[in-house]
């Protein structure tokens, strides 16, 4: 039942941006700590940004930072990835986390969003 589903990747030029949306459904949203990861092919996946839960402070991997914002809304129950000034490097499939951090807690992971930064 529960579900999270990306949307928003596409093609985008070297310096563009684009914004990245996760809508989680199916459980308690506002619990858990949110994630965007990445994976690009033959690569490992990395953890690019993280919002806790209800919402506070940000962090975000040294290659993203300045250039990647992460947010989210409790009401609409969706997180957001705002990417701008993106780079060649930053092609690769984009995942949404939500992390209970509880004991005996599930992760729930979304389907993936292709993004490529190519001219």
């Known amino acids: 039942q529960a579900q999270l589903v990306e949307s928003g990747g596409g093609l985008v030029q070297p310096g563009g941006s684009l914004r990245l949306s996760c809508v989680a459904s199916?459980?308690?949203?506002?619990?858990?700590?949110m994630k965007w990861y990445r994976q690009a092919p033959g690569k490992e996946r990395e953890l690019v940004a993280a919002?806790?839960?209800?919402?506070?402070?940000?962090t975000y991997a040294d290659s993203v930072k300045g250039r990647f914002f992460i947010s989210r809304d409790n009401v609409k129950n969706t997180v957001y990835l705002q990417m701008n000034s993106l780079k060649p490097e930053d092609t690769a499939v984009y995942y949404c986390?939500?992390?209970?951090?509880?004991?005996?807690?599930?992760?729930?992971w979304g389907q993936g969003t292709q993004v490529t930064v190519s001219s």
């Open positions: 986390n939500a992390d209970r951090r509880a004991v005996g807690a599930t992760d729930y």
């Open positions: 199916g459980f308690t949203f506002r619990s858990y700590d």
């Open positions: 919002i806790p839960s209800p919402g506070g402070r940000t």
